[in-house]
């Protein structure tokens, strides 16, 4: 069983930034490809960011390529998600998650979720 917990979602001005933090259980940390979702309202979950399963490389939506950078922390098995330069578009709920494949990027290829926390980005 993977535990992930997510921690750091806020409301922030167009073009500020955040930092979303994800603290993911001991054990399984290293063997999982790790990724963030969004899901806005009326809309379908979608893909951010994530690192492969080696750790070794990252993947980044289209849409946040040059705004969003995953990062991970492996002595605290913690991933986070700095985002900067964010639009109102970004605003969801962002999503940690967790998947024994190796570059991940669909909802369906993970088995472990976060609770999800809100960023809001105002206009």
């Known amino acids: 069983q993977v535990q992930l917990v997510e921690s750091g979602g806020g409301l922030v001005q167009a073009g500020g930034s955040l930092r979303l933090s994800c603290a993911a259980s001991?054990?399984?940390?290293?063997?999982?490809?790790m990724g963030w979702f969004r899901q806005a309202p009326g809309k379908e979950r979608e893909f951010v960011a994530a690192?492969?399963?080696?750790?070794?490389?990252?993947l980044y939506a289209d849409s946040v390529k040059g705004r969003f950078t995953i990062s991970r922390e492996n002595a605290k098995n913690t991933v986070y998600l700095q985002m900067n330069s964010l639009k109102a578009e970004d605003t969801a709920v962002y999503y940690c998650?967790?998947?024994?494949?190796?570059?991940?990027?669909?909802?369906?290829?993970?088995?472990?979720w976060g609770q999800g926390t809100q960023v809001t980005v105002s206009s």
């Open positions: 001991g054990r399984t940390f290293m063997r999982y490809a």
């Open positions: 690192f492969s399963r080696s750790g070794f490389n990252t």
């Open positions: 998650a967790a998947s024994p494949r190796d570059k991940p990027t669909g909802p369906d290829e993970y088995d472990y």
